[in-house]
């Protein structure tokens, strides 16, 4: 059974400054206070991290608490379209990202100048693209979604209407099969929900026999067809708590395992294995980037900061804002 342990990081030098046995955390939770900030953390995020997040959360979830921070300062302890979107919703805040190279596979298969092109094929097209986007692919969008109300944006669409889907293929084509609509999508991928491995699963599941399988639809269709449950991250957490079996095989990013041990303490999770061999589960090491240290030194020096062309926001924000008024 996953253990929940905290350890608080310490740093020895800064420059021309000695800090010894410096406790992040609590040092964190001062700067907070002084720079009357706010921390936002996706579920991806280290166990530290979670811990100390104001709002802990999915991408929907984040999305919507950015939009309402009267703070003067949102830290995003995330990826950086995650950032963006906060910055988009809510551009009066100054919004700080850990490490700036915190990317996201998905969003970069998606270059914007090949994706106008690929819109400008289907002229009479609505552009429905995932939130895991650059803000160039969403100022490009009619609307965004996330994998919690994916399915509810496409069934808002009107049936006779053309639409084209970016930037993951695979959550497409779940999409596809949930709502009946034959969409056009752009041919992108999560690299770290496409690691897993299929034949691995299968051999896991036969050595836990009572396991439940649940999935992120970013799976590829085939680890899809075998799960017992599909969802989003908070719908995999919703599923966890309410389902009787006392333990899941789960195949998301592993970081979501902290909140599934908090949330259900008596029961087990197993990360679904990948097919790197060196690898027990699959971790975003874009999501892991973000530490103790770099959340510290970004409160302190208020930056590295987001930002972003007015016009591109205004672009960004209104495809957002049309998901956001969907209840």
């Not at 905290?6 to 700067?31: C, G, P, Q, W, Y």
């Not at 650059?134 to 994998?147: G, M, P, Y």
């Not at 699963?201 to 399988?213: D, N, R």
Request: hydrophobic share 40%; glycine share 2%.
């Amino acid at each position: 059974m996953m253990k929940s342990v905290i350890n608080h990081a310490k740093v020895t030098t800064d420059h021309s400054k000695k800090m010894d046995d410096l406790d992040f955390a609590l040092e964190i939770k001062r700067l907070k206070k002084e720079k009357n900030a706010v921390i936002l953390a996706h579920y991806y995020q280290e166990e530290a991290i979670q811990s100390i997040a104001d709002y802990l959360g999915d991408s929907l979830y984040l999305a919507k608490q950015a939009e309402k921070v009267k703070a003067d300062i949102i830290v995003f302890a995330g990826v950086h379209f995650m950032a963006e979107t906060a910055k988009i919703v809510n551009p009066s805040k100054k919004v700080l990202l850990p490490d700036l190279k915190a990317g996201c596979s998905l969003a970069d298969s998606c270059p914007p100048i090949d994706f106008k092109a690929f819109k400008a094929k289907y002229p009479e097209a609505i552009v429905v693209t995932y939130i895991n986007c650059s803000a160039e692919i969403k100022a490009l969008s009619d609307i965004v979604c996330t994998s919690s109300n994916a399915v509810e944006i496409i069934n808002s669409i009107p049936k006779d209407q053309q639409i084209i889907f970016a930037p993951d293929k695979n959550l497409g084509r779940y999409l596809i099969k949930e709502t009946g609509r034959d969409m056009i999508l752009w041919d992108g991928a999560c690299i770290v929900h496409e690691a897993f491995s299929f034949e691995k699963i299968v051999q896991l599941a036969k050595e836990h026999p009572k396991a439940k399988f649940i999935a992120h639809p970013e799976s590829e269709s085939q680890v899809l067809d075998i799960a017992h449950y599909i969802g989003s991250t908070s719908g995999l957490l919703n599923f966890v708590q309410e389902d009787l079996s006392d333990t899941f095989i789960v195949a998301t990013e592993a970081g979501i395992l902290t909140e599934m041990q908090k949330r259900c303490p008596s029961k087990h999770f197993i990360p679904a294995p990948v097919e790197d061999d060196t690898c027990a589960c699959s971790e975003c090491a874009f999501m892991k980037l973000n530490t103790m240290e770099k959340l510290y030194r970004c409160l302190k020096n208020e930056t590295p900061e987001i930002s972003l062309d007015e016009s591109l926001m205004e672009k960004a924000r209104l495809p957002i804002e049309r998901m956001l008024a969907i209840k």
